[in-house]
């Protein structure tokens, strides 16, 4: 009876998780969306405690104890974490689903090894087990790895010949691991845990070369494999909301990590060999040779008060100095003016899709004035002042004019259209991509120097002056 | 093997149907969109709780309590913290009035 009760409960869980997954791909509805995914979980989890044979009463008080105290650290993180951290708390909560799938295939091995003591263990599950440990380890590790990449605890790494460990590394694995299934050698703990450290090694590994600014991408990716690892138990314990909630987020998952990519107009494998910063010799002889034109706060003040129609471009450099409360308070200053203001969002601006959307949003600006890249370049020919703050890459004219550049085909804003072009930047370093943006040394473009934090607010002072 | 197909059979289906459902689900998603959606599917394959739930349920030694106690710790981290930091950035998308 109790059994029955339960799957009737998966079922109501699983259809949540895609109706909350539709709701989430729509603006108006994300928010519902997200809830009601989590209801599902939560009936699901619920229904998994108190309905599920063969749970023993004595170890309530461990499951019980670990979800408050996963509950409790789970909401403060996610509550305490600043907008510009987000993209590294969504990686260290992957890893966290990554390294507990790692961990129900340790136990789910053991438990094996005991049920089937000195006999072959069956090929099925161990198949199962052992894609679990394998794809959970990668995850857990590269998901770890990502994190501390994003949060600047760890830089980017490439050993020369990269690629070739990796494949040799990935190669090993699979052998090893189908050996230990196939042919069942009698050590086999000594193979599992091999396998275990190899897989970890290699997450580290596969993470580590890949440049900071195609981290979304590789987030997006680990996300996908979790997924995977997590549906690995649909099977292991015949249960079907953890396979749809696991293969969903596999599927989905690959298919955004692929949207994504699109919209930065490179290929996946482009991004996993990660020669995106690499090949910095292309482009830095043509640019150098022009003169950039300095422009202090006070006369881009004047610039900005007799424009009417102004753009802000916001990029890294805003989030990384904190300024969208300033950007924003400039921004009413100017509207109070009677000056039209729009910020222009280039889909990879800053570290994440979408990251400058939340950022601004969070400071409170109006959800109408983030227009999207589509939408805003027709305007820029009629705009009279665009303000540059903290972005390089998105406006840099390489990616339309220049097929040797790294960044060539990449969508870019067409800030070049307008009146004049004032870039907000603390040092004449290349962006991300690692090479130089000719934008800077245009007749039309003035050079503001300085944090982005600082140099607003200066500017509004300056402008409140006039 | 052949044996653990037949035995699987439905659950094949079932894995096949959803990463149809899965590529189906995301098309044409606004690129505003894109680090939340993946922030609430992060927050679904938590789902991996369910069996750090069961493991745990059924631990009979020390090391598969120690080990099963870390994963439903790990895994509601996964689903609490997910979802949470999910709701927070998507209520930075509410239109003001």
Redesign the interface.
């Given at each position: 009876m109790n059994n029955h009760i339960l799957q009737i409960i998966y079922l109501i869980?699983s259809l949540s998780?895609?109706v909350?997954?539709?709701m989430?791909?729509?603006?108006n509805t994300?928010?519902k969306?997200?809830?009601v995914?989590?209801f599902g979980?939560a009936i699901?989890?619920i229904g998994?405690?108190f309905l599920?044979e063969?749970?023993?009463s004595s170890?309530?008080i461990?499951?019980f104890?670990?979800?408050i105290?996963?509950?409790i650290?789970?909401?403060v993180?996610?509550?305490k974490?600043k907008?510009t951290q987000?993209?590294e708390?969504?990686s260290?909560?992957?890893g966290?689903?990554g390294?507990?799938?790692m961990?129900?295939s340790?136990?789910?091995f053991?438990?094996l090894k005991h049920k089937y003591l000195n006999e072959a263990l069956?090929?099925?599950?161990m198949i199962i087990i052992m894609l679990g440990l394998i794809i959970g380890s990668i995850s857990f590790v590269g998901s770890i790895v990502a994190w501390g990449k994003l949060s600047g605890r760890l830089g980017d790494k490439t050993l020369g010949i990269q690629q070739v460990i990796n494949i040799g590394l990935l190669t090993l694995i699979l052998g090893l691991a189908a050996y230990m299934i196939f042919w069942s050698p009698s050590e086999n703990d000594l193979y599992f845990y091999s396998i275990w450290a190899i897989s970890a090694l290699y997450g580290v590994l596969f993470v580590m070369p890949i440049g900071g600014a195609d981290m979304?991408v590789v987030?997006?990716l680990l996300?996908?494999f979790?997924?995977v690892?997590?549906?690995m138990?649909?099977?292991?314990?015949?249960?079907?909301?953890?396979?749809?909630?696991?293969?969903?987020?596999?599927?989905?998952?690959?298919?955004?990590t692929v949207?994504?990519c699109k919209?930065m107009n490179r290929s996946l494998t482009n991004v996993l060999i990660g020669n995106f910063g690499g090949n910095n010799n292309a482009n830095t002889t043509t640019a150098a040779g022009g003169t950039i034109r300095e422009i202090n706060t006070g006369d881009t003040a004047i610039l900005l008060k007799y424009a009417s129609k102004v753009i802000i471009v916001p990029g890294y450099g805003l989030a990384v100095a904190q300024a969208q409360h300033v950007c924003h308070e400039l921004e009413e200053l100017l509207e109070n003016e009677g000056i039209n203001v729009k910020y222009a969002?280039h889909?990879?601006a800053g570290r994440?899709?979408?990251?400058m959307?939340?950022l601004l949003?969070?400071s409170?600006v109006?959800?109408?004035k983030?227009i999207?890249m589509e939408n805003i370049n027709p305007e820029f020919a009629t705009t009279d002042v665009v303000l540059v703050v903290g972005a390089n890459d998105v406006v840099n004219p390489a990616a339309k004019t220049d097929p040797s550049s790294p960044i060539y085909g990449m969508p870019i804003l067409d800030v070049e259209n307008a009146k004049s072009i004032i870039v907000m930047k603390r040092s004449m370093k290349a962006g991300y991509a690692g090479i130089e943006n000719e934008l800077f040394y245009q007749p039309k473009t003035s050079m503001l120097f300085g944090d982005a934090k600082n140099t607003l607010t200066k500017l509004i002072a300056e402008v409140k002056t006039l | 093997?052949l044996?653990?197909?037949n035995s699987?059979i439905e659950?094949i289906y079932?894995?096949l149907l959803?990463?149809?459902?899965?590529?189906e689900?995301?098309?044409?998603?606004?690129?505003?969109?894109?680090?939340?959606?993946?922030?609430?599917?992060?927050?679904?394959?938590?789902?991996?709780?369910?069996?750090?739930?069961?493991?745990?349920?059924?631990?009979e030694n020390t090391?598969?309590?120690i080990?099963?106690?870390?994963?439903?710790?790990?895994?509601?981290?996964?689903?609490?913290?997910?979802?949470?930091?999910?709701?927070?950035?998507?209520?930075?998308?509410?239109?003001?009035k």
């Open positions: 869980g998780f895609i909350g997954l539709k989430l791909s729509k603006p994300a928010r969306g997200n809830l995914a989590a979980m699901a989890i998994t405690i599920y063969g749970i023993k170890n309530y461990w499951i104890g670990g979800l105290i996963g509950s650290l789970g909401t993180s996610a509550k974490v907008m987000m993209p708390m969504v260290l909560f992957n966290m689903g390294a507990c799938a961990l129900i340790a136990v789910e053991n438990h069956p090929q099925g599950q979304p987030i997006s996300n996908s979790t997924g690892a997590a549906a138990g649909g099977f292991l314990y015949d249960n079907k909301v953890m396979l749809v909630g696991g293969i969903l987020v596999g599927s989905a998952g690959t298919i955004l949207v994504m919209a969002i889909p990879v994440m899709p979408g990251h959307n939340v949003a969070e409170n109006s959800y109408d983030l999207e | 093997m044996e653990f197909i699987n659950i079932l894995l959803m990463i149809f459902v899965g590529i689900l995301i098309e044409k998603v606004p690129s505003v969109l894109h680090t939340p959606l993946m922030s609430g599917a992060n927050a679904i394959h938590g789902v991996v709780i369910i069996g750090a739930i069961i493991i745990m349920g059924q631990a090391l598969a309590t080990l099963g106690f870390i994963a439903v710790v790990l895994g509601t981290l996964n689903v609490v913290g997910g979802f949470v930091v999910t709701d927070r950035m998507l209520e930075m998308f509410k239109k003001k």
